[in-house]
C-alpha cells in the first residue's frame, strides 16, 4: 500500500527486534508500581463510602489512631481550601468532601506499619452517613424528579430548562439534515444504549509517596504520565509542582485509566503527617473497579438517511453521556466529531449532553468516546445497509472519507487510509468464507484522531559509538523498541546500540502522557528531530578535524562522510570514534527536542467478524476476527498487530459481556473480575491483522498512532453479525446471553 | 486470627466446638480467601484441615464406590482415570469450578460448604447420590449431599461438625452422568444454570434418574418431576421435551448481576435437554 | 497477634520468615521475601499474575495463606531461567507477546506448568489452560502463538536428546 513519493527500504524501521525491556519483563525484574519498597515505608489504606449519595456527618478515627503501630489518617479537613474548576474536582475525588458522591469514594486514608494494620484500622474509622438520594443510570439522571446531585454543576454550554443533571450540551453540524432526509429512499430512527466499560488493565494503581516538611516529596508511581501525576497531585496538596520528582514505574497497563489520579496525592498527605515516612498505597482490584475511571455510559439517537444506491443523504445524533459525578469527564467533546468520522455525508446534525450520575469520576479509554459513537452510527449503517440489501463495505467505499474530503467535525483530512482498509478487508479471504446456520458477519469502520502534544526528549551520544535517548513516555506496549528503532534509523547505527530510557519529571521539559496514541508518534519525532541535532553536532566535530565546511560533511551510516569530492579526501568517521573523542573535540554531544507535535494523522480502520450464537442460550461465540487498520508505517510491525488485537480484544469484551453493574442501592454489584467479565484466553480466536501503511506526512517516518482505533469497530461489528446470524438487532450493550435471548424469542412471537 | 492445624478429624471437631467467634474451615482455601481478601470475612479461628492423614486419598470403598478426602483438588480428581471413568459427570463439575490454578486448590467439601447455590461440583453429586461424611463433637454421620446446603452460604451442619469425606456409589452397569452449566464467557465464571443428570439403562430404556438444577433456586435442586419425565423412556425427543418442561417448571430461580429470571428458566430446560443426553449417550457406552 | 515460623524452600533455596496468619503466600513473597516478580492482580484468583507451584501444582499464590506452604516447594517467575531463558521467555520476547507484561510472569509460570503436563497441546488446550490467567493487552493471540512455539522448540531438544 507504501505510495510512490514516500521514502521506503529502510533498515531498522519496519523490523521486529527483540525489545529493550523484554528480559526485565519475562524474568519477573521489571519493577511496577507495587514492586518499590523504601526504608521506614509505612502501608496505606482507604476508607470508601458504601453509599451511592451520602452526607458526610462525622469522621471519628481515635480507634484507629488508638492502634500500636497506626502514624497517620487523612481526611479532606487536611487538603488546602479554596481550589477551582479541575482542580477542586480532582480533590473532590480524591477525598470525598461534604458528601460522598459514589459508592467506593474515597473518606479517608490511614497510614501504619504493615498493609494489614492499616486495612483493620481502616475498618475502625467510623463514618457516620445522612444518605442521599442518588441515580446511576444516564436516562434516569435526565428523568423529572431524578434527584440533582451537583446543584449549579451546569456550565454556560447548557441551554435553559435542561435537566438540573446537565453539565454541558455541544452542537454543531453542517448541510440542511431535513432535505437530506427527505431525499433518502429510507430513513431510520433508534436509540443506542453502551454501559460503562473499565480499562481492566491488571495492575492496580499503585504509588510510594514521600513529603517532608519542607513540601518537597517524591513519588513512584504507575501512570501514564508522571508530569501530569506532578501537576494535579501538586494541586490537590497546595504545593509547588516544582518540589515533587515523580518517577514512573514500569506499567501495567493503562489504556487511558492512568493518565489522571485517583488515590496518588494520599501517600503525600500520609507521608507528611506521619513525620516523612515514605508510605506506599497499593489499589485492591474492586477498589480499582469501584473508585478509579471507567468509561461514560451512553444513551445515543441516531437518525441516517439512505438512498436506494446506498448513498447516504443525512445523519443527525443526539448523545447523553454519564462521565460520573464530576463535570467534564464524559467524553462528548470527542463522540461527537467520531461518530461520522469516517464518512463524506452532505448534511450532519450534532448533539449531545454530559450528564452528572452517581458514578466514579469517568477517566479516558481507549479512544474515548468513539466506541460509543460508533455503536450507535455504524449499527445504524447495518441496519439500513440489511434493509436496502447492500454490501457493508460498498457503502462504506461509496460513502467514505477520502483524501481532501471535509471531516465531519470540520477540518479536511490530509492523507487518509480509510478507503485503502475497506478494500483490503474487501479482499481479504475472510471477507469470502461461507457462513454456516446461526453464523453471521459484521463490518464496521472506526476512527481516531491521534495525537501529538507537548513533548521532550533528550538524545546523548556515548563514548562507544551508542546514543541514549531519554523519553518522557512511559512505555506501555513496546514503544521503547519502536523509538530505538527510529533513532537507530536515523542515526545509521544497529538497533542494539541505542538505549531508550523513560526518565523522571527532573530529568526532561514537560511531556504528556503516553496517551491519544501519541507515544511512538510524538516522542518519536523528537527523539528524531533529537537525533538530527546530534547528527550535525557530529558532523561539526568531523569537520573540525578535517578542517573543512560543517556543510561538506554529511552522515550516513552511522558515519560522517565528506560530502562530495570538493570536501576532500577522508575516511568515514564512525559516531564511535566521534564520540570516543568528544571531550577533547568540544565536550559530550548530545541533541535535544521540545515541540508540541502537530501532523499527527487520524487512523482509519475497518473490522469484520463472524461469530455463532447457540439459538437457546443466546450465547455468542466469535469465530474469526480481521483487523484492517492504516499504520502510516509500522515502525516495529509486530506491536503494531498487538495494539490492534488488544482494541479488537477490548471492544469484544464491550461488546459482549462487560458491563458495569448498578444495584437499586446505588452500589456496583460487580466489582471482581469473577464478574466484571473481560475476554479470557478460551473466549477469543486469533486476531487476524492487516497492517495498511499509508504514510502520515506529519512524522519523518510516515507514523500515525495505532493504540486507540481499534477499539472501536468491534462494538457494533459484533451486534451486526449477531443481527446476521439471529435477525435480532440488539441496541444496547453487552449483547449478552440473556438479552440476545430475549430478543431471539421476541422475533419468534 | 488463629490458625489451627489438627490432625484428625476429632481434634479438628473439638477445636471447632469450642471456638467463641468467626470459624472457617481450610480446605482448598479458594472461597475462604477470598471472602477473608473482600472483608466479607475476618475469622477469629481457621482449622486447616490439610495435616489431617488421609484428606488428599481417592479410595476404593468395599462396596465398589469412592470415597474422596476433604482435601483433594480439583486437578487430582480430573486426573484420576478409574474415578472419571465411574463419574464423569461429578468430576466435569469439580473441574469446572475456577482456573487451572483454582483446580490446584478447591475441593469438592469446599465447594459444597461454601453452600453457593451455583456451586458447579454439587449438581453432579447430588444426582450421583453421593453422601457426605460429617464429624461433630458427638461423632460421625451421613448426610446426602443434598442436604448439606441450607441456603445461600449456609449448610446445614451444626457447631463443630466438620465434613470428612464425600462418597460416591458404585457406579454399578448401564450407568452415566453428565453436568453442564450455563455460562457467558468460556471459563472463570459462575454458573447461570447448572444441571446434573445421573441414568441407569436397561436396553434402550432409562431405567433410573436423578436430575439436579443449580442457580435456580437458593439451594441445588434435586428434581424428582425432571427425573419422572425421562424414566421409562428412550429419552426419544418427546421425553427431552417433556425434561426440559420439567426442569423450566422446576426452576424458581431470581434476577441478578449474571442472569435475569426468566433467562434461568429457558437455560434450565436446555440444559437438563442436552445434559440428559449426554449421560444417556455414556451410559450406552456409545461416548465418553 | 502472634505470628507463625514459616520454613520454606523458594526456587531452590531453603527459607524461613515469620508470618501474619492472615498473610498470603503471595504478600509472603513479595513483601517478607522480596521476590516481586509474582503479581496481584485482583487477590481473589480470577486473574492468574500471582501464579506460581507449590509442590508442583500450579496455584494462585493469592489463594494460599502463607502459613500453609511451610514445608513445601514453591517454585516462582524468579525461579525460570536457570543459566539461559527458558525457551518460553525466549519465545515471549521474540512473539512479542507482552506489551505491559504484567501478566507475564505469571502466564510464564502457568504455561511451563502446561508444558510439563502437555508437551504438544492444542491451541484450545493451551487457550483453556491460561483461561485463567487474565491478559489486557494482546488479545491472547501472540501468547498462543508464542507457547507453541516454544512448546515445538521443547519437542525438538527433547528428541535430540533422546
Redesign the interface.
Known amino acids: 500500500m507504501a505510495r510512490d513519493d514516500v521514502k521506503t527500504g529502510y533498515k531498522y524501521v519496519g523490523t ?1 527486534p ?2 529493550p ?3 526485565d ?8 508500581g ?2 518499590f ?1 523504601l526504608p521506614g515505608m509505612l502501608w496505606a489504606a482507604v476508607v470508601r463510602s458504601p453509599h451511592a449519595h451520602a452526607r458526610i456527618v462525622k469522621i471519628d478515627a481515635s480507634k484507629a489512631l488508638a492502634l500500636e503501630g497506626v502514624k497517620a489518617v487523612v481526611t479532606r479537613a487536611d487538603l488546602p481550601t479554596g481550589l477551582t474548576g479541575e482542580d477542586l474536582n480532582l480533590q473532590d475525588n480524591t477525598l470525598a468532601g461534604e458528601k460522598a458522591l459514589y459508592d467506593g469514594h474515597a473518606v479517608a486514608a490511614v497510614a501504619a506499619t ?3 494494620l492499616a ?1 483493620d484500622a481502616a ?1 475502625l474509622i467510623e463514618v457516620t452517613y445522612e444518605v442521599l438520594p442518588h441515580v446511576t443510570d444516564v436516562d434516569a439522571a435526565m428523568a423529572p424528579g431524578a434527584p440533582v446531585i451537583r446543584p449549579g454543576v451546569a456550565d454556560y454550554s447548557v441551554p435553559e430548562g435542561m435537566h438540573g443533571n446537565v453539565a454541558r450540551y455541544m452542537e454543531f453540524g453542517h448541510g440542511d439534515v431535513e432535505a437530506g432526509f427527505a431525499a433518502a429512499d429510507l430513513v431510520r430512527e433508534h436509540t443506542y444504549k453502551t454501559e460503562a466499560t473499565h ?6 494503581h499503585a504509588a510510594v509517596g514521600q513529603l517532608g516538611e519542607d513540601g518537597r516529596g517524591e513519588m513512584w508511581v504507575c501512570t501514564q504520565g508522571h508530569w501530569y501525576i506532578r501537576r494535579m497531585s501538586a494541586a490537590v496538596l497546595g504545593i509547588e509542582a516544582a518540589n515533587l520528582r515523580v518517577t514512573p514505574s ?6 487511558g485509566g492512568k493518565t489522571t489520579i485517583f488515590m496518588e496525592p494520599l501517600t503525600l498527605a500520609l507521608s507528611k503527617k506521619a513525620g516523612g515516612r515514605p508510605v506506599k498505597l ?1 489499589m ?3 477498589e480499582v473497579l469501584r473508585a478509579t475511571g471507567p468509561t461514560a455510559s451512553a444513551s445515543m439517537d441516531v437518525k441516517i438517511g439512505m438512498k436506494k444506491d446506498g448513498t447516504i443523504t443525512a445523519g443527525q445524533v443526539f448523545f447523553r453521556m454519564q462521565g460520573g459525578a464530576f463535570p467534564g469527564m464524559s467524553p462528548i467533546g470527542e463522540a461527537l466529531p467520531c461518530a461520522f468520522a469516517c464518512y463524506d455525508i452532505p448534511a450532519l446534525k450534532h448533539e449531545a449532553v454530559e450528564v452528572i450520575a452517581n458514578r466514579p469520576k469517568a477517566a479516558a479509554y481507549r479512544a474515548p468516546g468513539s466506541p460509543m459513537a460508533a455503536f450507535a452510527v455504524e449499527s445504524m449503517v447495518d441496519e439500513l445497509c440489511r434493509e436496502l440489501g447492500l454490501d457493508p463495505i460498498e457503502v462504506r467505499l461509496k460513502n467514505g472519507a477520502k483524501n481532501g474530503s471535509k471531516s465531519s467535525y470540520g477540518p479536511v483530512y490530509n492523507v487518509i487510509g480509510l478507503q485503502e482498509t475497506l478494500e483490503a478487508a474487501k479482499a481479504h479471504p475472510n471477507y469470502a468464507i461461507p457462513l454456516g446456520p446461526n453464523q453471521g458477519r459484521g463490518v464496521a469502520s472506526g476512527f481516531w484522531f491521534n495525537h501529538g502534544g507537548e513533548t521532550s526528549v533528550s538524545l546523548a551520544v556515548g563514548e562507544d559509538g551508542t546514543a541514549t535517548v531519554m523519553i518522557g513516555t512511559p512505555d ?3 514503544s521503547r523498541a519502536s523509538i530505538g528503532l527510529m533513532v537507530a534509523e536515523t542515526l545509521g547505527i544497529p538497533y542494539e546500540d541505542v538505549r531508550v530510557n523513560v526518565v523522571e519529571t527532573g530529568a526532561l521539559g514537560v511531556n504528556e502522557p503516553t496517551h491519544g496514541s501519541r507515544a511512538t508518534f510524538a516522542s518519536g519525532k523528537a527523539a528524531v528531530e533529537a537525533a538530527n541535532q546530534a547528527i550535525k553536532e557530529m558532523c561539526k566535530r568531523a569537520a573540525a578535524e578535517w578542517e573543512i565546511d560543517a556543510e561538506a560533511v554529511e552522515w550516513k551510516d552511522g558515519a560522517a562522510h565528506p560530502a562530495g569530492p570538493n570536501a576532500g579526501k577522508f575516511p568515514p568517521m564512525t559516531i564511535g570514534e566521534i564520540g570516543s573523542k568528544m571531550g577533547g573535540s568540544g565536550g559530550p554531544i548530545s541533541g535535544h527536542h521540545e515541540v508540541t507535535a502537530g501532523g499527527y494523522g487520524a487512523s482509519f480502520g475497518t473490522h469484520v467478524v463472524d461469530v455463532e450464537v447457540d439459538p ?4 455468542t461465540t466469535v469465530l474469526r476476527y480481521l483487523v484492517v487498520q492504516d499504520a502510516g508505517t509500522a515502525i ?1 510491525p ?2 503494531v ?2 495494539q490492534y ?2 482494541g ?3 471492544g469484544i469484551g464491550w461488546a ?2 462487560e458491563e458495569y ?1 448498578y444495584g437499586p442501592d446505588g452500589r456496583l ?2 466489582p ?4 466484571y ?8 480466536p ?2 487476524d491483522t492487516v497492517i495498511v501503511e499509508v504514510p502520515n506526512p506529519g512524522h519523518p517516518y510516515g507514523v500515525r498512532g495505532v493504540g486507540e482505533t481499534g477499539i472501536t469497530p468491534p462494538l457494533p461489528a459484533i451486534a451486526s453479525a449477531i443481527a446476521g446470524a439471529t435477525g435480532a438487532r440488539i441496541r444496547s450493550l453487552p449483547c ?3 438479552k440476545v ?2 430478543a431471539i ?1 421476541a422475533l419468534k412471537g | 486470627m488463629r490458625y489451627h492445624t489438627p490432625t484428625s478429624f476429632a481434634d479438628a471437631a473439638a477445636i471447632a466446638a469450642g471456638t467463641t467467634g468467626t470459624l472457617r474451615f481450610l480446605a482448598g482455601g479458594t472461597d475462604v480467601l477470598v471472602q477473608m481478601r473482600a472483608g466479607m470475612v475476618q475469622p477469629d479461628d481457621l482449622i486447616d484441615l490439610k495435616h489431617i492423614p488421609g484428606v488428599d486419598k481417592i479410595e476404593r470403598t468395599a462396596e465398589g464406590g469412592w470415597r474422596i478426602g476433604v482435601a483433594v483438588p480439583g486437578i487430582v480428581l480430573g486426573g484420576h482415570a478409574e474415578l472419571v471413568r465411574d463419574w464423569p459427570g461429578v468430576v466435569e463439575g469439580m473441574n469446572l469450578v475456577g482456573s487451572t490454578q483454582v483446580q490446584g486448590r478447591a475441593t469438592l467439601a469446599g465447594n459444597l460448604c461454601n453452600g453457593s447455590p451455583a456451586a458447579d461440583s454439587v449438581p453432579g453429586m447430588v444426582a450421583a447420590g453421593a453422601v457426605a461424611t460429617v464429624t461433630g463433637p458427638n461423632g460421625t454421620r451421613e448426610i446426602p449431599v443434598e442436604n448439606i446446603p441450607a441456603g445461600p452460604g449456609k449448610t446445614n451442619l451444626a457447631k463443630g461438625e466438620v465434613i470428612s469425606a464425600i462418597t460416591l456409589p458404585p457406579r454399578g452397569k448401564n450407568g452415566g452422568d453428565a453436568y453442564l452449566r450455563f455460562i457467558p464467557r468460556t471459563e472463570m465464571d459462575i454458573a447461570v444454570v447448572g444441571c446434573a443428570v445421573n441414568l441407569r439403562l436397561d436396553g434402550d430404556k432409562v431405567v433410573e434418574a436423578r436430575v439436579a438444577l443449580g442457580a435456580v433456586a437458593p439451594t441445588v435442586l434435586l428434581s424428582e418431576a425432571c427425573a419422572k419425565a425421562i424414566i421409562g423412556t428412550t429419552l426419544d425427543d418427546a421425553a427431552l421435551a417433556a425434561l426440559a418442561k420439567a426442569a423450566e417448571g422446576e426452576a424458581k430461580p431470581i434476577s441478578d448481576k449474571r442472569g435475569t429470571k426468566e433467562f434461568r428458566i429457558d437455560v434450565a430446560g436446555v440444559l437438563a435437554r442436552r445434559a440428559a443426553k449426554i449421560a444417556y449417550d455414556r451410559a450406552k457406552g456409545t461416548s465418553k | 497477634m502472634s505470628k507463625i515460623h514459616v520454613t520454606t524452600t523458594v526456587n531452590g533455596d531453603p527459607v524461613e520468615f515469620l508470618a501474619d496468619p492472615r498473610e498470603t503466600l503471595l504478600d509472603a513473597l513479595r513483601n517478607h521475601l522480596d521476590l516481586t516478580g509474582t503479581k496481584e492482580g485482583c487477590g481473589t484468583g480470577d486473574c492468574g499474575a500471582c501464579s506460581v507451584t507449590v509442590d508442583g501444582t500450579l496455584v494462585c499464590s493469592c489463594l494460599m495463606l502463607a502459613a500453609e506452604a511451610n514445608g513445601k516447594r514453591v517454585e516462582t517467575i524468579e525461579g525460570m531461567a536457570k543459566e539461559e531463558l527458558h525457551p518460553l521467555q525466549r519465545k515471549f520476547i521474540e512473539h512479542a507477546a507482552l506489551q505491559c507484561g504484567f501478566c507475564t510472569p505469571g502466564i510464564l509460570v502457568a504455561a511451563k506448568a502446561l508444558l510439563e503436563r502437555n508437551p504438544d497441546p492444542t491451541d484450545t488446550e493451551v487457550r483453556y489452560w491460561l483461561a485463567g490467567n487474565l491478559c489486557r493487552c494482546t488479545g491472547y493471540d501472540k501468547i498462543i502463538r508464542a507457547v507453541q512455539d516454544a512448546a515445538a522448540e521443547m519437542r525438538q531438544e527433547h528428541r535430540g536428546a533422546a
Open positions: 521486529r527483540n525489545r525491556d523484554g528480559l519483563k519475562v524474568t519477573g525484574r521489571a519493577r511496577y507495587a514492586d519498597s504493615s498493609q494489614l486495612q475498618r480499562q481492566g488493565y491488571i495492575e492496580p514500569e506499567i501495567g497497563g493503562g489504556f497499593v485492591s482490584r474492586s506501555i506496549g513496546g437457546e442460550t443466546g450465547r516495529h509486530a506491536y498487530e498487538g488485537q488488544g479488537a480484544a477490548q459482549l459481556n453493574v454489584q460487580n471482581v473480575f469473577l464478574d467479565r473481560i475476554p479470557v484466553a478460551s473466549d477469543l486469533m486476531i449478552s446471553p440473556p435471548l430475549a424469542k
